[in-house]
């Protein structure tokens, strides 16, 4: 198995942790304020990465000149993404939020890469990408909650729509600094400015969780979080990015959803429906049909002009 086929598996083990990570969230929500939950999440994780930095590579710091910058994007990328999220769940209903975040982000992805990098956008990744996106619409569409455009749920979708924006932002803004360091660099110091700002918007939270009654389920739940979804993932999602590019790898966002769902299934005994089974099939072969591309089309990319 070459380098680009480990690279696609990182890709879709990522984003099923993510998936997952709805449900376990969920459970989450039961005990913890969700801000409060995320800097647990981002700032318990800062540690692991600057041990398997140090280890890994020797040092642990990066040019003062350089800082600025990935302090902006751990601001864009973990403060206000996060965030952001959590918020369009509140404001909206969840298949909207998940379709506004989700559908959109490759493209705006395709829209925005040309200001950070150079990549070459093929015809199959297009056909692949779209075959996605009708795949990832049918599973959330066909939900019980549907979507709606009602005027009550528009702060919500328009918090939802901006994730789509800002998420590629970050994705393209962390691998023009991957030009320079590792993946894992990256990601140590984008988490840790990213934790550091969440921290003011927890004040005046934290009793609001019984910290005495904790048990092994909310251990374990902080547990995958930290280490699964935040620590591994950002590592294998920055690494396999960096290796086949940020637009294809953002169409194997399309698989969070999916996962999400059937997470509800096992869960919380929440139905799947057929349409929903035909869009996880069509976002399979959208995926496949991507990764399959003809090496004649396959274009590193380099950093544009623009950087």
């Not at 393209?172 to 918007?201: C, K, N, Y």
Request: aromatic share 14%; with cysteine.
């Amino acid at each position: 198995m070459n380098k680009a086929w480990l690279s696609y598996c990182g890709l879709i083990l990522v984003a099923v942790s993510w998936g997952v990570n709805f449900g376990v969230s969920r459970l989450a929500m039961e005990s913890f304020h969700p801000i409060v939950f995320t800097l647990l999440r981002f700032g318990l994780a800062v540690p692991f990465f600057f041990i398997l930095l140090k280890w890994k590579e020797g040092s642990i710091g990066i040019p003062w000149r350089l800082v600025p910058k990935i302090a902006l994007v751990g601001l864009l990328g973990v403060t206000a993404l996060e965030i952001i999220v959590m918020y369009a769940i509140k404001f909206t209903t969840l298949a909207n939020a998940s379709l506004l975040n989700v559908a959109p982000w490759p493209i705006f992805a395709a829209l925005l890469s040309p200001l950070f990098i150079k990549e070459a956008i093929t015809p199959k990744l297009i056909i692949g990408g779209a075959i996605c996106l009708f795949g990832v619409s049918f599973v959330i569409l066909g939900g019980e909650e549907g979507f709606s455009l009602s005027s009550d749920l528009m702060i919500g979708n328009a918090m939802a729509l901006s994730i789509s924006i800002i998420g590629p932002l970050f994705n393209l803004s962390s691998m023009s600094l991957m030009r320079q360091f590792s993946a894992l660099r990256v990601s140590t110091w984008t988490i840790f400015f990213g934790a550091i700002f969440i921290v003011p918007f927890t004040i005046g939270r934290w009793g609001e969780t019984d910290w005495g009654r904790l048990q092994f389920e909310q251990y374990g739940i902080i547990f995958y979080n930290v280490l699964i979804c935040t620590v591994l993932a950002f590592i294998v999602w920055n690494a396999s990015m960096y290796r086949v590019g940020a637009t294809r790898s953002n169409f194997f966002r399309y698989a969070v959803p999916a996962s999400a769902v059937i997470t509800g299934y096992f869960m919380f005994d929440e139905s799947i429906a057929m349409m929903q089974i035909a869009g996880a099939a069509l976002m399979a072969v959208g995926l496949i049909w991507i990764t399959i591309d003809r090496k004649k089309e396959r274009v590193t990319p380099t950093l544009s002009k623009n950087v």
